[in-house]
């Protein structure tokens, strides 16, 4: 069996740098020459793309940094709404987290506008946390440009991203296998649909918020290094997704069956005798290659700011961040949880035997939900500290 990994590609010419275009996104956007511009392009559809409050929450404090050294930051999202309410829910996301951080929704349906982005950004930024992101064409297109690029370590992006060279992968975190199988079970039987089913895997998978500040501020308070890892990046996508050489290694792959093929005996599969139908997995077990790490018991748990139950109030009041809260520790047992959180640190396992009455599959995604949205730490591995 022959199973080359071929990735997709891009034409990289068509992203040969275009000063007037750079100017005209900028002027778009009020943006001056000295301000730093994060490009998020792609799908407006937090449960199958990317959640937009980890990006919005790392570039206020990207931004906050930045200010203090005179420069404006600019987050731009460039993408396809599926309808108005969510384009509605991103605005007021942006205006919930952000402050010194300008944020812009344009509309990625208009090709003049996208090909502007591409030309006026300085850092391409993605936190993909969902499980149907096996590739990621963005990231490649971001390089074709020129752009250094932020990205979540997951999957596919680990491939096409090099860490410290074209960009910085922020590590992820997702439960451990066995803790998605009522997850599993709720598509099975119907009680939830696929985007559903993919966002309430996307609510229990976190990205280092802190990381991806820390990587956005590196890029954006030094242009050498942003000038060096948009350089390497370009010639990346030149030497590895350029189409002329992804198309090469198709014709390859053909002559090399077409010899395969002319050099065995004929043969027939062995048909089965009845259809299968195959059970619907635990998707943390079978996904549990996409993220960094996956978390246990040893790790250990910090409240990010004093109360906890504000944090989580702020959070709750947007739509985008409650799509899963149905699935998570009952109301009753919710505020117990954060007063224990709200007292130090502490072990995940020291959380689970202090609220045994709470199913332990739930209270561990209620952990990771608190992470992602950065209201806790979570430490204990050499990629969580």
């Avoid at 599926?82 to 010194?100: G, I, N, P, Q, V």
């Avoid at 506008?113 to 096996?134: K, M, P, R, Y």
């Avoid at 280092?208 to 390497?232: I, S, T």
């Avoid at 250990?300 to 989580?312: E, M």
């Amino acid at each position: 069996m022959q199973l080359p990994v071929i990735p997709l590609g891009v034409d990289t010419p068509a992203y040969t740098a275009d000063p007037p275009a750079r100017t005209r996104l900028r002027a778009r956007i009020g943006a001056s020459k000295d301000d730093i511009v994060l490009l998020t392009l792609g799908r407006l559809t937090p449960a199958t793309k990317a959640h937009p409050v980890p990006m919005l929450i790392a570039a206020e404090r990207a931004a906050a940094a930045c200010a203090g050294r005179g420069i404006g930051l600019h987050h731009v999202f460039v993408g396809q709404q599926t309808s108005s309410a969510m384009l509605e829910a991103y605005r007021t996301a942006a205006a919930t987290f952000t402050d010194k951080a300008r944020v812009h929704m344009l509309d990625g349906q208009d090709a003049a506008i996208v090909h502007e982005a591409w030309h006026g950004a300085d850092v391409f930024f993605t936190l993909s946390d969902n499980l149907q992101e096996t590739f990621g064409l963005a990231p490649i297109e971001a390089m074709a440009a020129g752009l250094p690029c932020v990205v979540s370590d997951w999957n596919g992006y680990r491939d096409t991203v090099v860490e410290g060279e074209t960009g910085f992968r922020i590590p992820t975190l997702m439960p451990a296998p066995g803790d998605g199988r009522d997850l599993a079970g709720r598509y099975r039987d119907g009680e939830d649909d696929y985007s559903m089913f993919h966002a309430r895997a996307c609510m229990a998978t976190a990205c280092n918020v802190e990381r991806a500040a820390a990587a956005l501020q590196e890029l954006a308070l030094n242009p050498d290094l942003r000038h060096r890892m948009g350089a390497a990046a370009r010639h990346r996508a030149r030497t590895v997704y350029d189409w002329r050489l992804i198309v090469g290694a198709y014709q390859d792959l053909w002559a090399d069956l077409a010899e395969i093929r002319a050099a065995s005996p004929a043969w027939r599969p062995v048909e089965s005798a009845s259809a299968v139908t195959p059970d619907i997995p635990d998707p943390f077990q079978v996904f549990q290659g996409h993220p960094t790490a996956t978390l246990h018991g040893g790790m250990t748990v910090r409240p990010r700011q004093r109360d906890v139950l504000r944090s989580v109030a702020r959070l709750t009041a947007n739509t985008l961040n409650t799509v899963a809260v149905d699935r998570s520790v009952p109301r009753a047992q919710f505020n117990a949880v954060l007063e224990t959180i709200a007292g130090g640190a502490i072990t995940v396992n020291e959380i689970e035997q202090a609220h045994g009455d709470c199913d332990g599959p739930t209270l561990r995604r209620f952990l990771l939900w608190l992470y992602k949205f950065d209201v806790i730490t979570i430490g204990g591995d050499r990629d969580h500290p």
